[in-house]
């Protein structure tokens, strides 16, 4: 049996999708009984394109995180050209940063 920190991360999606779900449902009923303003567009699409880009967002996330995680962990254990290279910190840092635009451009 998992106690603590170990039973949450166990069953931590279905802790996240009900949580979310929740919330969800009690801000539609709030805004169902209690608008701020009059809508221009049908709830059902702002709704389908909200729940949209939650799951695009968690889709990235669940799949960027674990490619970033392996990432800094083989920065931090010296791989790659630029490590192998005997040069001073600030110039290596110079040198990536093309690289690393390159990227966050793609």
Do not use: C, D
């Amino acid at each position: 049996m998992l106690f603590g920190y170990f039973a949450i991360m166990a069953h931590e999606p279905f802790i996240r999708l009900t949580t979310f779900l929740g919330v969800f449902i009690a801000v539609a009923i709030w805004e169902s009984l209690s608008p701020r303003r009059q809508l221009n567009t049908p709830k059902a699409s702002r709704w389908f394109s909200n729940i949209s880009i939650t799951l695009i967002g968690t889709v990235l996330v669940r799949s960027i995180f674990p490619i970033l995680a392996v990432t800094f962990a083989a920065n931090g254990s010296n791989i790659g050209i630029l490590h192998q290279v005997p040069l001073p910190f600030f110039i290596r840092v110079i040198i990536s940063i093309p690289f690393h635009l390159q990227l966050q451009a793609k």
